[in-house]
């Protein structure tokens, strides 16, 4: 079975402008969480969602925002991109109802 | 929400020696994973404890769940160049709706292992 698939893999973006990421889950996942890790702050959990709706927020502005679509893909999207938006943003998903998370291979965004 | 904090941050071993992380919460936990993350990869999954001083092992893997389930462990036996990575706790923070979580993840320990 395929693993969760993120694209683009790096990024290099200047401030100001916006940016989407895009996942692809395991086939079967409805749940889809994003996290932006950085050297700083770690894996910190932005949102989540579930059957197109967001069931979680982190503690993020609302610069960042998602969504899921019907066949489970999701997007992120971060508007006035910040240098401190820099960072590995990586999606997983997982089974309803399970707490393992597959993860993607992650989005190196670079602002600049 | 949920916190935890995860020590050492960094550990350097030599290949043999054994290693141990440590998380710590002040609430207690309905239950905690834990992920590995090699050199640039990606953070995946090992396994997830939920009963009181539950320990589960994993060949050279040794996980503990504290008797009041504020604090978990885990133990690497022998270490060798492939355990190399970051290890993470992390705790459900409590999402909304059945099936939902929010996971909190630990700062990590930074495993390097000497040849």
């Known amino acids: 079975k395929a693993g969760v698939t993120q694209t683009p893999r790096y990024l290099i973006k200047t401030r100001g402008q916006q940016v989407t990421l895009s996942c692809s889950p395991i086939s079967g996942h409805r749940s889809v969480s994003w996290y932006q890790q950085t050297p700083g702050q770690g894996l910190q959990f932005l949102f989540e969602y579930f059957s197109e709706t967001q069931r979680n927020k982190g503690n993020f502005p609302g610069r960042f925002s998602g969504r899921q679509f019907s066949n489970s893909r999701s997007e992120m999207n971060v508007s006035t991109l910040e240098l401190g938006d820099s960072a590995l943003y990586l999606c997983a998903s997982s089974w309803q109802g399970a707490v393992e998370q597959f993860f993607g291979p992650g989005t190196r965004l670079t602002v600049l | 929400g949920q916190q935890v904090m995860q020590i050492p941050q960094y550990q350097h071993v030599q290949e043999g020696e054994d290693f141990t992380t440590y998380c710590n919460s002040s609430t207690t936990l309905s239950n905690i994973q834990w992920y590995k993350q090699r050199p640039g990869g990606h953070p995946v999954f090992l396994i997830q404890l939920v009963k009181s001083g539950e320990v589960k092992k994993q060949k050279r893997l040794t996980f503990q769940f504290g008797e009041a389930k504020k604090n978990s462990s885990l133990h690497i036996t022998a270490t060798q160049t492939t355990d190399v990575g970051t290890y993470f706790c992390?705790?459900?923070?409590?999402?909304?709706?059945?099936?939902?979580?929010?996971?909190?993840f630990g700062k990590g320990t930074k495993l390097s292992v000497i040849p």
């Open positions: 992390a705790v459900d923070g409590g999402g909304s709706g059945a099936g939902s979580y929010q996971l909190t």
